[in-house]
């Protein structure tokens, strides 16, 4: 078991070196994402991949929805996923000649309609295969079109892409809007940069007078955005053509300039490039590191205890703080305890890896927050008993840790 421990660890590592590699390649990664469904997240998805694509940039579309991938039938796409230049890699489906797309539908065989069972750790399996084992083009544009929701799906987008940027679409109806404050909050907490909000559905042109028709309401994404100090990208009206020509795998709606629509929606895109091309600089991966991993020595470890009452905590997400403990040659040499985030799915693993952790001991720990601090190269020792955070870091730095079973129960 331990040896085949190992091997997937050594399979982690060798991924996590593939895709720092692939995205070097990539100048900007965009996540769409929405609060809720229905509000038209994946249309803009593809329209704005398209419209990229049309002004000559070299764009790569992935499709993240795994659940309900709409992108290749909005594309019309009838092609599969082929074999890539690089040795053991497969090639994306090409839409045009400087556009390709990648989903989950062309890998489910014949039946497009079968459903997809998945839990969250395959889930993530699949995502970083999606840019570890995808012999994508030097792009200048990824765009990335997420299920709805701040699951494992977009969180494992921000723990793999650390610089990839959101655009986050909604519609002006109030119950829309609170979901896209839970969206806004989720990239906070886990420091991805938003680009805009994309007010869609914000009213219908009469096609008899030419009068607006507010079907839901008015402003309400420009008020959110202005409440939370955000970039209101754009407001694209009701426009039917987006359905019929969705349904049927037509993108030519954005080559009619008469369209309110396809006016609107340029205007979003010219906001996007030049937000993207002013902001070229590497965004650093958190303003509140613990300890710069680049400095810090070969010979010394930030060890990190969750702590309830001054001893080990039993449930790794439910405790009051963390001891980071700083150790040199074998040695204590800081101890400094941090209150952690808010306890939301996959918040903790990112942020202990943001703060420097590099062994994290605890009491219990659910299966996919083991495999996401994995993935970041922290070692993870579990069941270990419930002393101080000091008396275990002894212990684990004179080889007596004795680590027990799993004491977490969900």
């Not at 660890?9 to 996590?16: F, G, I, P, T, V």
């Not at 091309?277 to 958190?286: A, D, L, M």
């Not at 001891?323 to 990112?350: C, S, W, Y």
């Amino acid at each position: 078991m331990a040896n085949e421990n190992m091997s997937q660890q050594d399979q982690h590592k060798q991924q996590d070196v593939e895709i720092k590699e692939r995205l070097h390649h990539i100048k900007n990664k965009i996540l769409v994402m929405s609060g809720k469904g229905g509000v038209g997240k994946s249309s803009v998805a593809a329209y704005l991949s398209v419209a990229l694509a049309k002004r000559g940039y070299r764009v790569g579309l992935m499709d993240v929805d795994l659940h309900g991938p709409s992108i290749p039938r909005m594309l019309g796409l009838k092609g599969n996923i082929g074999p890539g230049i690089s040795e053991g890699k497969a090639h994306p489906i090409m839409y045009i000649p400087n556009m390709e797309v990648i989903s989950i539908e062309p890998l489910m065989g014949e039946n497009k309609d079968s459903a997809t069972i998945w839990r969250g750790p395959l889930k993530i399996g699949v995502i970083r295969q999606f840019i570890a084992d995808i012999d994508w083009s030097d792009l200048d544009y990824m765009i990335i079109d997420s299920p709805p929701g701040t699951g494992d799906e977009p969180l494992t987008i921000a723990q793999t892409i650390p610089d990839a940027k959101s655009v986050i679409v909604t519609t002006p109806q109030e119950i829309s809007l609170a979901d896209v404050r839970k969206s806004i909050n989720f990239c906070r907490q886990v420091h991805m940069e938003i680009l805009g909000i994309v007010e869609n559905m914000s009213g219908l042109k009469c096609p008899h007078c030419g009068e607006m028709i507010d079907i839901f309401k008015t402003q309400g994404g420009m008020l959110t955005a202005k409440k939370e100090g955000l970039n209101l990208l754009g407001s694209l009206p009701f426009e039917p053509e987006v359905v019929s020509k969705g349904d049927t795998g037509n993108m030519s709606l954005l080559d009619d300039n008469k369209l309110l629509f396809t006016q609107e929606f340029n205007k979003i895109v010219d906001k996007i490039v030049k937000l993207t091309e002013t902001r070229s600089e590497p965004v650093p991966e958190s303003k509140n590191e613990f300890l710069d991993r680049k400095k810090r020595s070969a010979d010394s470890k930030v060890l990190v205890v969750p702590v309830s009452g001054g001893k080990l905590s039993a449930h790794f997400g439910h405790c009051e703080q963390f001891a980071f403990i700083e150790t040199q040659n074998g040695k204590i040499i800081e101890t400094e305890m941090r209150n952690p985030p808010a306890h939301e799915p996959g918040v903790l693993p990112r942020w202990l890896y943001e703060q420097g952790a590099d062994v994290a001991i605890v009491g219990g720990m659910g299966e996919s927050a083991q495999q996401l601090l994995r993935e970041k190269g922290i070692e993870v020792i579990i069941g270990a008993p419930m002393d101080s955070p000091e008396s275990l870091a002894n212990q684990y730095l004179s080889d007596t840790l004795v680590a027990g079973a799993n004491v977490c129960d969900h």
